[in-house]
């Protein structure tokens, strides 16, 4: 408690330059006497505190100082600054305000190093909004109604209370309790495809951790082959460690994957570029599908 207390009649000073000992007390609940105290605190550890005396005098630093390495080295103060500025990727309403604070506390600027936009290519404002209409309704636990797309292409309606957002495998997710089936369930972002808040939750819930046994859906051990004009794809989209490279060029992925209805159009989208070396049930998948898409498009 005392070492907050400093802090906070140190940034009072470098906010304020003058403060008076009266005026801190009211603020942090304590005796005048105490407030000189901290202050004789904060000279021994070498901060320039002053009195001033008349009308509009009080606790005061000496002009120009800011806050060095009495208190946080200049990494320590690099790395606050960059996390503080990270909050710019998730446009935290206030950030600016704290950054900007904490540059003059430490009379350093930091330049940002980090950008990162939510949405996709042509769809920029559309995406950012509803982004943002969920992780406010994580932070301000409000329900939220949204239209779902589910992996069958089925779209309906769900009352959900949203928990948290998760970032996993190049997508967002939102964990949610769902009103409408009862249940808890992980809801991609990107298959949200409207949503509005229409209430406050009732009480916070927390998802649950998955136990070891729990939902286990087994994997699948999957070889590619793709020619080398897919390179560009298989190291955006495949750990570099399952990718092995061909004296020919081609590029051979061994990966293992939850055998579902999504991996043979996941395959597909590569078109004649990937050979699938196994399983053999997904090459007999692939032989029908494309039996189909010849049929489709043969007039």
């Keep these: ?32 006497r105490t407030i000189y ?7 021994e550890a070498g901060i320039p505190v002053y009195t001033t005396s008349g009308r509009h005098g009080g606790l005061a630093l000496v002009e120009g100082y800011t806050l060095d390495s009495v208190l946080f080295s200049s ?16 446009q935290e309403p206030g950030h600016e305000v704290v950054v900007e604070k904490l540059s003059a506390l430490f009379g350093d ?21 509803k982004f943002n209409m969920v992780r406010d309704a994580v932070i301000n636990h409000r329900v939220l109604e949204i239209e779902y797309c589910n992996s069958k292409g089925e779209q309906d309606i769900r ?5 948290q957002m998760l970032y996993k495998a190049r997508a967002w997710y939102l964990k949610a309790y769902c009103r409408t089936n009862g249940g808890f369930r992980l809801f991609k972002l990107s298959r949200i ?3 509005k808040a229409v209430g406050r939750q009732v009480e916070k819930k927390c998802y649950p951790a998955p136990s070891p046994t729990e939902h286990e859906t087994p994997y699948t051990t999957f070889i590619l082959r793709f020619s080398a004009v897919m390179a560009y794809r298989v190291y955006d989209e495949f750990d570099a460690t399952s990718v092995q490279k061909e004296k020919d060029g081609t590029l051979l992925v ?16 590569f078109g004649p570029s990937v050979t699938v070396v196994e ?21």
């Design 159 to 163: 009352m959900l209370e949203p928990l």
């Design 1 to 32: 408690m005392k070492e907050s207390r400093l802090f906070f009649i140190l940034y009072h000073l470098v906010a304020n330059r003058t403060v008076t000992a009266g005026q801190l007390a009211d603020k942090l609940d304590v005796s005048v």
């Design 37 to 43: 105290r901290d202050v004789e605190r904060l000279c």
């Design 254 to 269: 061994t990966t293992c994957w939850p055998y579902d209805s999504w991996v043979a159009g996941y395959v597909l989208s």
């Design 279 to 299: 399983p053999q049930c997904l090459r007999d998948e692939i032989h029908e599908m494309a039996k189909k898409l010849c049929e489709l498009y043969k007039t």
């Design 193 to 195: 495809l409207s949503a």
């Design 75 to 90: 990494e320590e103060k690099r790395t606050i600054l960059a996390s503080l500025q990270s909050l710019d990727a998730t």
């Design 109 to 129: 600027q930091e330049d940002s190093w980090l950008e990162v936009d939510f949405s996709g290519w042509g769809s920029r404002e559309l995406d950012n909004r």
